[in-house]
């Protein structure tokens, strides 16, 4: 039986995002002392791994739902588990994409920068051209 810190040195984890998942459901509740102390299990250590690892690859929380219920039946098809992480990977690889495409422009914008006076700045130029500019569900973050 573990504490809920000793739960989280194990896995990385921090004591609120514990209990986080235990309020959303990813996490069961745990079974707990008669002085109200979380108690968990060697289950629930795998259980939080997983989270972990998943969301370490990216993965939304309610992506991990769904993986999570699938490895809770061990006869379910893979191919259910497969389409999860094949959407996962376009969205990695659109993610990729706006990357480079970013890292491009900021390469062209250092190389061509002359160095000279901010009014003659190619790279405050071209951060005022809003003709090229990504829309808000194209931003990196997004």
Do not use: W
């Amino acid at each position: 039986m573990f504490t809920i810190g000793t739960l989280g040195k194990k896995t990385g984890t921090k004591v609120q995002t514990i209990r986080y998942y235990e309020q959303i459901g990813l996490m069961p509740e745990p079974g707990r002392t008669e002085g109200g102390q979380r108690r968990y299990r060697e289950t629930d250590l795998d259980r939080l791994s997983f989270i972990r690892h998943a969301r370490q690859l990216g993965f939304p929380l309610e992506a991990i739902r769904e993986l999570l219920d699938l490895s809770d039946d061990p006869n379910r098809p893979c191919h259910d588990a497969d389409a999860i992480a094949r959407r996962q990977l376009k969205q990695v690889e659109q993610r990729m994409a706006r990357l480079e495409a970013l890292r491009t422009e900021l390469k062209r914008m250092v190389h061509e920068c002359s160095g000279g006076k901010t009014s003659e700045c190619l790279v405050l130029e071209v951060l005022r051209d809003h003709s090229e500019c990504l829309t808000d569900h194209e931003e990196i973050g997004a």
